[in-house]
Every structure is written in structure tokens, then in C-alpha cells.
């Protein structure tokens, strides 16, 4: 069974903090996808970055940054400097290969506030 | 490039009813799945189309179900109504046919129905 833990509920900032997203997988397969999608209050899922499970170098694209960790199941999500426009719902979203079924975790709201 | 759109953007229906949520998907994308998001849930994976045929279904009953037209745009039924199926529902289309397989979903803003 495939599943994705996002123990963080709400995490509020004052903006240029760093903050940290953390997500945990669990799956059976020896291949899969990670993916980080925001969901602003329009509702719309915006795709971030995708990872493959043979890919475990650490990615940076301007203020953000991911961390994927086999041997821990994690792929955390980094934000430097926050801004008040990354205030959002972020999920973390597991994926097997061959059908493009996503797992989703529940989800963390981001408030930054100025 | 319009994205994927979904229609229509919010809809209220009663206990018992039926309806009908539309997807059009990416233009380039052949694939289309169908997510529910309770309020402050993630997204629940319905079913995926691909070629007109579902290929892969997610834990819900048999109230739901969909179609694919040749166009690629898609449609999500469900029947019998009840309380619970109050969400956001997702529409996400990928270009799977083309080989691309495990290419991010790109979503649509999403059919919020309210079910009195």
C-alpha cells in the first residue's frame, strides 16, 4: 500500500523566515514519483517539482528547495525567505510507475504573515 | 494554451439527486483522472481515462463513474447524492498516450458541489 504523512498541519511565519515542509512516504515499489503540488485558496493544484526514486540529489529552484532521503522516506520542502504570496495549502504526492494514480498527503497549510 | 477547465465552478444539489461535472482537458494531454478533496483533505484518486476506457479505479462505489469522449474531454457522474460527497472535485490531465507516462498532472481549478 502506498501512503504519504504530512504530520504538519498549520505552520504560521512572519515573512523572510525559512520554513520547512515535512513529508514521509511509504510504498512497496522500488520505483515511484514524488511530487509537491500548492494549492492556493482558487483551488487550483499547482504542480512544484517532480522527484524519481533513483534521483536523490537534492534540488534548488530560486527560494525553493527539496531534500529527498531514501533511507528516511522522506522529500521535505524548503522555503527561504518566505512571502506572504507562498501562504497556501502545500501537499506532498506519491506516485507508482505505469498508471498516474497520485497519493496525496493531507496537506499542510502555510501562513506567512508580514 | 488553455489549461485544464472544469465546468461548472460550483453547484448545489439535494440529497437523491444526480450530476454531471466536465473536464476539458490540457491541450496535448490524452489522459484525464478524476480526484475528490474533502474540506481539509488531500485529493482522493477516483478513476483515470485513457483512450475512452477507465484504466484504473480508486476506493469509490459504483455511484461513480465517468467517460472519456474522442476529443479527450471527460465527464464525472455520480448518482444517488448523498451528504457526503460534498467536495472539491479535480480534474487532472497528463500526456500519457504519447509515452510521456509519470508526467506531472496539470489540474483544473476544480467543481466545488455542495449537497444539501
Known amino acids: 500500500a502506498q501512503k504519504v504523512t504530512q504530520a504538519q498541519t498549520e505552520i504560521s511565519v512572519v515573512e523572510k523566515e525559512d520554513v520547512t515542509l515535512d513529508c514521509v512516504y511509504e510504498?512497496?515499489?522500488?520505483?515511484?514519483?514524488l511530487f509537491w503540488y500548492k494549492q492556493p485558496p482558487s483551488g487550483e493544484l499547482v504542480f512544484l517539482i517532480r522527484?524519481?526514486?533513483?534521483?536523490?540529489q537534492n534540488e534548488i529552484s530560486g527560494r525553493y528547495s527539496w531534500n529527498f532521503q531514501k533511507s528516511t522516506s522522506s522529500f521535505n520542502f524548503t522555503i527561504t525567505a518566505s512571502q506572504v504570496v507562498d501562504s497556501a495549502v502545500y501537499f506532498c504526492?506519491?506516485?507508482?510507475?505505469?498508471?498516474?494514480?497520485?497519493?496525496f498527503g493531507t496537506g499542510t497549510r502555510l501562513l506567512v504573515s508580514p | 494554451d488553455a489549461g485544464v477547465t472544469q465546468s461548472p465552478t460550483h453547484l448545489i444539489k439535494t440529497r437523491g439527486q444526480q450530476v454531471t461535472l466536465r473536464c476539458s482537458p490540457k491541450?496535448?494531454?490524452?489522459?484525464v483522472s478524476w480526484y475528490q478533496q474533502a474540506l481539509g483533505q488531500g485529493p482522493q484518486f477516483i478513476f483515470q481515462?485513457?483512450?475512452?476506457?477507465?484504466?484504473q479505479r480508486g476506493n469509490f462505489p459504483d455511484r461513480f463513474s465517468g467517460h472519456q469522449f474522442p476529443n479527450y474531454s471527460s465527464e464525472l457522474n455520480v448518482n444517488a447524492l448523498l451528504l457526503g460527497d460534498s467536495a472539491l472535485y479535480l480534474c487532472?490531465?497528463?500526456?500519457f498516450g504519447s509515452g510521456e507516462s509519470n508526467q506531472p498532472q496539470h489540474f483544473g481549478d476544480g467543481t466545488r458541489l455542495s449537497i444539501l
Open positions: 491541450s496535448g494531454h490524452d489522459t
Open positions: 481515462y485513457y483512450e475512452e476506457e477507465e484504466r
Open positions: 510504498t512497496r515499489d522500488t520505483t515511484y514519483y
Open positions: 487532472a490531465s497528463s500526456p
Open positions: 504526492a506519491l506516485m507508482n510507475t505505469g498508471f498516474q494514480k497520485l497519493v
Open positions: 522527484r524519481n526514486s533513483f534521483d536523490e
